[in-house]
């Protein structure tokens, strides 16, 4: 017999190089790319130039301190393109190993698909940094001691011996990722194939965010951006979680977190600006106050006032768009909890209908019988029931 051609496989692996190999190995590029750095550190002659990309710089030694310190400058840059390039691969795993297996599950339209993305991204980001901020706020006692007794909160600390300028290296390496990972974002809207008109609403929370960051960063406003940071990330959290928990029909537990989010979210919106106005307003006017760029010292009043206008105004702009969205979701909450109701009636319902209708049919066999003669009837009920006829 002649053998059948073997059919040639319908998904051919794209060109090298090609726009569709970028997209579809761009983890792995990417992974490379930082791989040459970590590996430059093996090599005297390239440790110097790939410690300036990996470890941060800037570092100061004290006679008898006992860790190390560091002040930002120029080659902050440098350690922020690497630690881009390690947001891009983090990114990628999470949307491989973690939301493509649930998205294949959920059968989400494309707009749906692209949102639940977006809000896995975020949500995983947002809790590990929030948890990150509050153990630094713990270790370094910044506002936040437990160690001692009686356990207390003392704000004062954000604002004591500013300028800031030396910083524990966890804290400088907070600062450096949360700028890293909103840059991440700008190449990924190539990666992840955005669309052009998604463009203007992400840039409209990425662009807000990176400054914000680095502002509290060169500025030296560290500590207070450690406790707004913190608290802010914690009630994005609860709306990206909300969203999640919708997408995913999971309409219990999204009811419940979006009926706490609204005063939940308002009382974090509340400390942040009792926190930033307390600082700007009442902590900083009693410390030196100038602008002296060489010792980092920004402390006067047109910065504190606008930098306090800034992040009021972020709050109230914040809480509208959350009742915009709780606004918009309330029709839909309506019209699923109407439609859950129709169910349950119509499932209470088949029950006594079919118990009705057979008892209904059982009357009006008999009195069909009835109406015959009685040898007639005698034959009916032999065909219904043939084994219980009498000879």
């Known amino acids: 017999m002649p053998m059948k051609p073997v059919k040639s496989s319908s998904k051919k692996s794209p060109p090298i190089l090609s726009h569709e190999f970028v997209l579809q190995n761009h983890a792995d590029i990417v992974s490379c790319v930082a791989m040459v750095f970590i590996i430059g550190l093996m090599f005297q002659v390239t440790q110097p130039l790939a410690s300036s990309f990996i470890a941060m710089q800037h570092n100061l030694t004290f006679v008898g301190a006992p860790e190390n310190y560091y002040t930002s400058g120029w080659k902050d840059n440098l350690g922020v393109f690497f630690y881009i390039l390690i947001g891009i691969v983090i990114h990628a795993v999470i949307q491989e190993y973690v939301l493509d297996k649930i998205n294949r599950k959920l059968h989400l339209s494309k707009i749906k698909h692209s949102e639940f993305n977006e809000s896995g991204q975020l949500t995983a980001f947002?809790?590990?940094?929030?948890?990150?901020?509050?153990?630094?706020?713990?270790?370094?006692?910044?506002?936040?001691?437990?160690?001692?007794?009686?356990w207390?909160?003392?704000?004062?600390?954000?604002?004591?011996?500013?300028?800031?300028?030396?910083?524990?290296?966890?804290?400088?390496?907070?600062?450096?990722?949360?700028?890293?990972?909103?840059?991440?974002?700008?190449?990924?809207?190539?990666?992840?194939?955005?669309?052009?008109?998604?463009?203007?609403?992400?840039?409209?929370?990425?662009?807000?965010?990176?400054?914000?960051?680095?502002?509290?960063?060169?500025?030296?406003?560290?500590?207070?951006?450690?406790?707004?940071?913190?608290?802010?990330y914690l009630g994005e959290a609860l709306v990206h979680v909300e969203r999640l928990l919708s997408y995913s029909e999971k309409e219990v537990w999204a009811n419940k977190v979006f009926s706490v989010m609204p005063g939940v979210y308002t009382l974090i919106r509340l400390a942040i600006s009792a926190i930033a106005l307390y600082t700007f307003v009442y902590g900083l006017p009693q410390e030196t106050e100038g602008l002296e760029m060489a010792s980092g010292n920004y402390n006067i009043f047109v910065i504190r006032m606008s930098m306090l206008a800034g992040i009021v105004f972020l709050q109230v702009y914040?809480?509208?768009?959350?009742?915009?969205?709780?606004?918009?979701?309330?029709?839909?909450?309506?019209?699923?909890?109407?439609?859950?109701?129709?169910?349950?009636?119509?499932?209470?319902?088949?029950?006594?209908?079919?118990?009705?209708?057979?008892?209904?049919?059982?009357?009006?066999?008999?009195?069909?019988?009835?109406?015959?003669?009685?040898?007639?009837?005698?034959?009916?009920?032999?065909?219904?029931?043939?084994?219980?006829?009498?000879?």
Request: aromatic share 16%.
């Open 152 to 232: 207390g909160l003392d704000i004062s600390s954000i604002w004591k011996g500013y300028p800031h300028t030396f910083l524990p290296f966890i804290l400088k390496f907070f600062y450096i990722i949360q700028i890293a990972y909103w840059l991440h974002w700008v190449p990924e809207f190539y990666f992840q194939r955005i669309k052009p008109i998604e463009y203007s609403r992400r840039l409209g929370y990425i662009i807000p965010y990176f400054f914000a960051v680095t502002l509290l960063y060169v500025l030296n406003f560290h500590r207070l951006g450690l406790w707004l940071l913190s608290l802010h």
């Open 318 to 391: 914040l809480l509208v768009q959350l009742f915009k969205y709780r606004a918009s979701r309330l029709p839909e909450e309506e019209s699923i909890s109407a439609t859950k109701a129709k169910k349950l009636e119509r499932k209470q319902r088949k029950p006594v209908e079919s118990k009705k209708s057979k008892k209904e049919s059982k009357k009006s066999g008999d009195e069909d019988l009835s109406d015959l003669p009685e040898a007639d009837q005698d034959q009916q009920k032999a065909r219904i029931r043939p084994g219980k006829v009498k000879p």
């Open 126 to 150: 947002f809790l590990s940094s929030a948890a990150w901020g509050i153990i630094i706020l713990v270790s370094e006692t910044w506002g936040l001691d437990i160690y001692s007794e009686p």
